[in-house]
């Protein structure tokens, strides 16, 4: 059997605001269909009214996925802005109200809102999931889906853009999770030992007709239904393309040190799901600021000490991969603060020049929605 390829798949989801007074806007169907024309299938609507996602094509590398994640998020840009409007790639919109919005384009969100009732009034979010391609070999995505599950609290961690909903501060840097993990099916995702016993419970779910597919399950980690990944979908958007590349590369590295392992007969622990749970509670609740737990020693430790000894055991992958800057990079996010840390600081950076609290958040979303466009704006520029 052939090497996994290792490939990249990066999906993200944004908020579509009001260009001038970045409160929520919905997406004209007119904005949708000429983004359509430029970016074809790989534009779609979200959940909400006022949400819309770009997912990238299949990636060799990190390279790839750059120059496909700045074109989509440039041309995207671009349309918006046609229409009076902006991009924000924050997971939760500081003040919107998730209620007074409509669901999107598509008989499908119609769907989901019926199947999670109450539910469906709160859920506003928006994250970036990462696919990793793994080939054929359902085995091995089994295997690594268990061993992997140890590295998603530290993609939370540097990935955390929600620290504000409905106009306050809600002392966790992802609260974003703490609104999807009351949807079903949602989590951590339980530990498996094979693919057979994987499909078992899908298809028991299917077979009672509770869901169609297993793109219904909605695990922070999870075989995907479309595609051979492995797909991670912890992460909350970030508005910096570069850090979310970064991140990605994480995750790339991540499997890829894995199947290493299995290669020279040897493995990652299997934690037992509860102290991950901890450290994902840690993660959403300090992000890059806090600490976790050291599973090896049992013992709180700074989430940038435990990155920086796993950026050294897959220095070797990355350099396979070809982004061992953007991994390096990971350790630097960390050390200067995740999005929710910048969000904090130029909240309190404009009361402490006198605005009101709401033009407060304002004026930091504001900054937000120009962190979007870095790396980006030569794809908008006129030619």
Not at 255 to 270: A, G, I, Q, S, Y
Request: charged letters at 30%.
């Amino acid at each position: 059997m052939t090497d996994p390829a290792f490939s990249l798949g990066i999906e993200e989801e944004y908020l579509v605001v009001d260009a001038k007074t970045m409160d929520l806007a919905a997406v004209p169907s007119e904005m949708l269909d000429s983004a359509r024309k430029r970016l074809g299938d790989h534009v779609s609507p979200e959940f909400r009214d006022c949400q819309i996602e770009i997912g990238t094509s299949v990636a060799a590398n990190i390279s790839e996925a750059r120059a496909d994640l700045a074109h989509l998020r440039g041309r995207l840009a671009e349309v918006a802005q046609d229409h009076g409007l902006a991009l924000v790639a924050v997971s939760c919109h500081p003040w919107g109200d998730p209620e007074s919005r409509g669901t999107g384009q598509g008989a499908r969100y119609d769907k989901i809102a019926e199947d999670i009732g109450g539910i469906a009034r709160r859920l506003m979010t928006c994250g970036m999931h990462v696919h990793v391609g793994l080939g054929e070999d359902h085995e091995l995505r089994a295997d690594l889906m268990g061993q992997a599950s140890y590295f998603l609290p530290f993609v939370l961690a540097l990935s955390a853009s929600s620290p504000y909903w409905r106009g306050e501060d809600t002392q966790l840097s992802s609260w974003r999770l703490n609104v999807f993990d009351q949807c079903p099916r949602s989590g951590l995702p339980p530990r498996i030992e094979s693919w057979a016993e994987y499909r078992k419970m899908v298809d028991a779910l299917v077979q009672a007709g509770i869901i169609e597919d297993a793109s219904k399950i909605w695990w922070d980690l999870r075989p995907s239904e479309a595609w051979p990944t492995l797909e991670t979908r912890i992460a909350d958007v970030m508005p910096r393309m570069e850090e979310a590349l970064s991140v990605a590369a994480f995750v790339q590295c991540v499997m890829r040190m894995l199947w290493r392992l299995k290669t020279e007969n040897k493995r990652w622990r299997v934690y037992d799901r509860f102290l991950i749970e901890e450290n994902r509670w840690r993660a959403q609740r300090y992000g890059t600021e806090g600490t976790l737990l050291d599973l090896g020693r049992n013992a709180l430790r700074p989430m940038e000490e435990l990155l920086g000894e796993l950026e050294e055991m897959m220095e070797g992958d990355a350099r396979a991969l070809g982004c061992l800057d953007e991994l390096r990079d990971t350790r630097r996010i960390a050390h200067r603060g995740s999005s929710a840390t910048r969000q904090r600081r130029a909240y309190d950076a404009a009361r402490g020049n006198g605005a009101e609290p709401r033009e407060a958040l304002r004026e930091m979303l504001r900054g937000v929605s120009q962190e979007f466009m870095e790396g980006v704006e030569r794809e908008v520029s006129p030619s």
